[in-house]
Nanobody, 121 residues
């Protein structure tokens, strides 16, 4: 079992930045790929970004490429999502997840509770 807790969400104006953190406990976090997803009320959950176990591979949704950066620090059992040049359409509840690989992160078994990100215009 892996427990994941997101933090760092908040209210920011368009063009601003936020850094989300995902703190992991339980099973060894370094054995898992880590991903980020977001969801708005009434909409489907969407993939945002993911990073492999040793940070050798990353993947991003087209909508966030060039603006968001996913990273991790296995020594701290933590993952991060740096979000720059934020847009109102980035608004949503952001979740981190732990799974076997980047390519299968959408089927991850472990999820955090979510943190709200609101981008105003």
């Amino acid at each position: 079992q892996v427990q994941l807790v997101e933090s760092g969400g908040g209210l920011v104006q368009a063009g601003g930045s936020l850094r989300l953190s995902c703190a992991a406990s339980g099973r060894t976090f370094s054995n898992y790929a880590m991903g980020w997803f977001r969801q708005n009320p009434g909409k489907e959950r969407e993939f945002v970004a993911a990073i492999s176990r040793l940070s050798r591979t990353t993947d991003y949704a087209d909508s966030v490429k060039g603006r968001f950066t996913v990273s991790r620090d296995n020594a701290k059992n933590a993952g991060y999502l740096q979000m720059n040049s934020l847009k109102p359409e980035d608004t949503g509840v952001y979740y981190c997840a732990a799974g076997r690989t980047v390519s299968t992160i959408r089927g991850a078994d472990y999820w955090g509770q979510g943190t709200q990100v609101t981008v105003s215009s």
